[in-house]
């Protein structure tokens, strides 16, 4: 019974996940994805020109990354207020500090999102942080130096098929969207003439290139909005990159079923995944750029979140904004905190943790709701989740009480201990075929998760 919810989710996930290429799913991508997949937590920085207005555009508060486009500002005008851009206080290691700080062993940090500004030296298009600013320093540059100096592997996102600063970027025609709903219809209103192919060739492969040979080792290619890109494009890209660095990862928003991992966004699969995986997902409720009215998420959740996802044996991809002047908010910065000190404590039942072996404690099919499918919605359940590493097994408590029952287990357990207790006073607990009842103390250690070591033989 258990094993076919388990199936039953993964298949789920499946379904609405792209699949990784099958000539990637060789014994070099292993070697590649080993670090991220012990990794399980990472930092998502979304910064640009657009961050300077803090969500706020001429009496509209709600405008985050997409603040050209969701603005209707004329090229003309954006352009100039990118000139303005000049991130005084933006400090690399200070943000890697941070990311540290928190537990993360990763960053993925925009270096041109949709509105097609480089953040990084770009000496094939001007349009750049570097030539277009008097800021003049070079982010990228230096964000990829601090990580490395801090052994926190470093990736860089790329806006693929979105560009609001090219004429030649079509978007949208497909099912259930109108042509062109995506792209600057403001300064390029003729969709007909535009021509992803000129802007590939012109700006995508010369930028990807100079990301590439310019900052050291790049671990990860971030793509998003894949867009009008071809199978041929997405391969060449993909052969591009395998060729520069051949240690890089790349996500699957390379395109037409390409890439190493899938990317669930804003929301945590409900079950497992025989693929790799990671959810990208805000500390803030939900813009990605910096946003000066926008709510947080608690850190209640984020903790959970992260647990439920290591369950799940995906990565937790978490994304702050950052200031126009360079400064990662409070309200971000005191989360990543509370999950830094939960990590300090039980880290070891994260990282390079396998995924749970019961499956039906992550949720259960609503009989009354349905999902946007029609089909039964999944709802999550908030009592407890499992991860595993050889000879024992996690349990990662979110509902305290007297005793904790889990389904059966094919081993044999020999010790149960709380993982927040140095001294690992044995707890009491019974086995038998239908399952482990724990005796668990009276106060929890956590008041948001607390974990249970299992050992078995
Ligand atoms: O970079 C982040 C988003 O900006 C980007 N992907 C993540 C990682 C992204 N691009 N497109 N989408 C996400 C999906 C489309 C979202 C939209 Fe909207 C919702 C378009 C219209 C409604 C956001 C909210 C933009 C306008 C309103």
Redesign the pocket.
């Known amino acids: 019974m258990i094993k076919k919810t388990v199936l039953a989710l993964a298949l789920g996930w499946l379904g609405q996940m792209a699949a990784a290429g099958d000539a990637e799913a060789s014994a070099a991508a292993g070697d590649r994805m080993e670090w991220w997949q012990d990794a399980r937590f990472g930092m998502?920085i979304?910064w640009g020109v657009y961050s300077k207005a803090g969500g706020e555009w001429k009496g509209t508060t709600d405008h985050?990354?997409?603040l050209q486009?969701?603005a209707k500002i004329p090229l003309a005008e954006y352009t100039e207020f990118a000139r303005g851009f000049n991130p005084v206080d933006f400090d690399a290691e200070e943000w890697v500090q941070i990311a540290k700080d928190a537990g993360m062993k990763y960053m993925v940090i925009?270096t041109k999102?949709?509105d097609g500004f480089a953040m990084f030296d770009s000496p094939s298009n001007e349009y750049n942080i570097v030539d277009w600013t008097q800021f003049g320093r070079d982010p990228i540059k230096e964000l990829a130096d601090a990580s490395h100096d801090a052994g926190i592997h470093f990736g860089v996102?790329y806006?693929l098929g979105?560009d609001w600063h090219d004429p030649d970027v079509p978007t949208g025609g497909e099912k259930g969207r109108s042509a062109g709903d995506?792209s600057n219809l403001i300064d390029y209103p003729d969709e007909s003439i535009k021509d992803f192919s000129k802007y590939f060739e012109r700006k995508v492969k010369p930028q990807v290139r100079e990301l590439l040979t310019q900052y050291g080792a790049v671990d990860i290619m971030w793509f998003?909005?894949p867009e009008k890109i071809s199978a041929e494009q997405s391969a060449e890209l993909l052969e591009m990159i395998r060729e520069l660095q051949p240690q890089c990862i790349v996500n699957n928003r390379i395109g037409n079923g390409l890439g190493d991992y899938g990317t669930p966004?804003q929301e945590i699969p409900e079950g497992r995944s025989v693929k790799p995986w990671e959810t990208?997902m805000t500390v803030s409720s939900r813009i990605?750029?910096y946003n000066k009215t926008v709510g947080y998420r608690d850190s209640e959740e984020l903790i959970r979140n992260l647990i439920d996802i290591s369950s799940k044996s995906g990565n937790y991809l978490l994304?702050v904004g950052p200031t126009g002047e360079g400064i990662i908010p409070s309200e971000s910065v005191e989360r990543l905190q509370a999950m830094g000190d939960w990590l300090r404590v039980n880290g070891e039942a994260i990282y390079a943790c396998g995924p749970t072996p019961f499956g039906g404690e992550a949720g259960h099919y609503s009989d009354t709701e349905k999902d946007k499918h029609g089909k039964p919605k999944f709802v999550s359940d908030w009592k407890w989740r499992a991860t595993t590493k050889p000879g024992k097994l996690y349990i990662h408590i979110f509902q305290w009480s007297e005793t904790i029952k889990l389904p059966a287990f094919g081993e044999k357990v020999i010790k149960a201990y709380l993982l927040a207790d140095p001294d690992q006073v044995e707890l009491t607990f019974t086995q038998s075929d239908t399952g482990i009842v724990v005796t668990l103390p009276e106060q929890a250690p956590d008041a948001v998760a607390s974990v249970v070591c299992l050992e078995f033989k």
């Open positions: 998502f979304h985050g990354e997409w486009f969701t925009t999102h949709h996102y806006s979105r995506r998003d909005t966004e990208c990605w750029g994304n």
